[in-house]
């Protein structure tokens, strides 16, 4: 897999003004990290993923809304396409990296 950097998405915990807020409107962007849902009919993939794992996409979306305002910039995004980065095959892996998914595995058998 090509070595590429992925940006953390920021959440912080909201202030007593945003959760006073938050109690009368529906969320807040900064509080909560962006999600989506997904059946296998659209992204076959899901049928091999463990709950509570990570898994990289690539994906293309297309910008339905955008607002600015005085708390910032919201937009609405439609995923459109998708590219799922798969692990390496064990055949595929360096020694090292075989040594780290072996112990990743085992780990989770316990």
């Not at 409107?25 to 962006?34: A, D, K, N, T, V």
């Not at 989506?36 to 049928?47: N, R, Y």
């Not at 910008?63 to 980065?85: C, E, F, P």
């Not at 390496?88 to 316990?110: A, P, V, W, Y």
Request: glycine share 4%; hydrophobic share 30%; no cysteine.
């Amino acid at each position: 897999m090509a070595n590429i950097k992925l940006k953390k998405i920021p959440v912080s915990e909201p202030s007593k003004d945003e959760k006073k807020f938050m109690d009368e409107m529906e969320g807040h962007p900064s509080s909560r990290l962006p999600s989506f849902d997904v059946d296998d009919k659209q992204m076959p993939e899901i049928k091999n993923w463990e709950q509570g794992e990570s898994y990289i996409l690539i994906v293309k979306v297309n910008m339905r809304m955008k607002r600015s305002d005085k708390r910032g910039t919201n937009a609405d995004l439609d995923i459109v396409s998708y590219k799922s980065i798969v692990k390496k095959k064990i055949d595929d892996m360096t020694d090292e990296e075989f040594g780290k998914e072996q112990s990743k595995r085992l780990s989770r058998k316990k």
